[in-house]
């Protein structure tokens, strides 16, 4: 049977992309939560996440770290790893919880593109090797079947993430697609390869871009010298999506400056688009 919900009455559970050049405070920014985001399960994709050294001091109790095994054997399977956190039922085993944040969910896919051309799932014959194979130094290059279907896998793995009864920050690292044939470039979050750039971006209801920007400048890339700024953009800029899906006729926070702890724009964003939680 079907069940009706009436608009505004339920929770809104987020889905919520952030992305960025490396050193913006993408991490930062994801952690430092506001209290209705509740704990935190913290998947460590990145080399060095687990750390949690980009963690303000405040928010590093709120995480519960989860470290997948990426490439780090000749026989670990990110692909079944990434899969077994998606789908785990972290509500009966951390009923405390209320967010996952995925930090990256680039490092993730790029350790499933390169089990998919190392297993050989598509050729046994037609990829380049290198290393002794069986060491954990063996790889083979991807080609294009293994970019797709790491493609299809990540955008499945995501399909998963939305299913869970959590709020759910995604990270990524940013990158560029420029067609071959002509058309405008695109900027936004990358996974593997460039094919996602323009389409990854709409399976959430929030793409927030981190940038670093000379202060009372444009955005520039990575740290650079000089006083800056980080800024939160929730509209496009020129080549890079953003934006924030609500009732609203105009977004009402097209960027936000982000402090020294970055919980200010998430206390613009509850304000701007949380609806009260409903206690059944």
Known sequence: M??????????RLERILIYGDPKTGKTRLATSLTGRFGEILYVASDPGSESASSVLTPYVGRLHCVKPTGGDTAKSNPH??????????WKKDFPEVRTLIWDTMTATAL????????SGQFSQTAHVGLGTPGSV????????GDYMATH???SRLVDFLFKQPLHLIVICHATYDEPKEGGAVEGGPATAGKATVRSFPGKFDA????????????PTAGVGGGASTVTAFTERVGIWSAGI???????????VDLQSD?????????????????VS
């Not at 899906?245 to 960027?255: E, V």
């Open 262 to 278: 970055p919980i200010n724009l998430w206390e613009q964003y509850d304000s701007n688009f949380a609806t009260k939680e409903v």
């Open 111 to 118: 350790d499933i593109l390169q089990y998919v051309a190392t």
């Open 80 to 89: 079944v790893d990434a899969f077994e956190i998606a789908t785990r039922d």
């Open 207 to 218: 793409v927030i871009r981190v940038a670093r920007r000379a202060s009372g400048g444009a």
């Open 245 to 255: 899906r609500s009732g609203h006729a105009t977004n009402p926070m097209p960027k």
């Open 137 to 144: 130094e063996h790889q083979k290059l991807p080609m294009q």
């Open 152 to 154: 299809n896998i990540i």
């Open 2 to 11: 079907l069940k009706l919900i009436e608009p505004g009455k339920a929770e």
